[in-house]
């Protein structure tokens, strides 16, 4: 049974940071695709960040590109989000997602299998 299990978020004020942490059970992280997503009140989720586990290669969505940064550790069968710069409108849900697959070209939902309960982050100005 695949689990995974956020933590990291909090309360920042703009121009702060975070790192979202992703840690996988049931999972190795040593293939296929990890994400992350956000989900703001009132509004729909969309994807961030994901990572081809196999490859390392990562995209990002336009508003967080050079903000953000996705990464793995496959000691700790993690995966991190770096986020730099926030801003208020940064403030949602963040959960990771996982999939079985390995081919996953950007961060869309339908590409991904297992998923988190997500961590809150609060960014203020």
């Known amino acids: 049974q695949v689990q995974l299990v956020e933590s990291g978020g909090g309360s920042v004020q703009a121009g702060g940071f975070l790192r979202l942490s992703c840690v996988a059970s049931?999972?190795?992280?040593?293939?296929?695709?990890m994400g992350w997503f956000r989900q703001a009140p009132g509004k729909v989720r969309e994807g961030v960040a994901r990572?081809?586990?196999?490859?390392?290669?990562?995209y990002y969505s336009d508003s967080v590109k050079g903000r953000f940064t996705i990464s793995q550790d496959n000691a700790k069968n993690t995966v991190y989000l770096q986020m730099d710069s926030l801003k208020p409108e940064n403030t949602a849900m963040y959960s990771c997602?996982?999939?079985?697959?390995?081919?996953?070209?950007?961060?869309?939902?339908?590409?991904?299998?297992?998923w988190g309960q997500g961590t809150q982050v609060i960014v203020s100005s």
């Open positions: 997602a996982a999939a079985r697959s390995a081919y996953c070209p950007r961060v869309r939902e339908g590409d991904f299998d297992y």
């Open positions: 049931g999972y190795a992280i040593s293939n296929g695709c």
């Open positions: 990572i081809n586990l196999g490859y390392g290669s990562t």
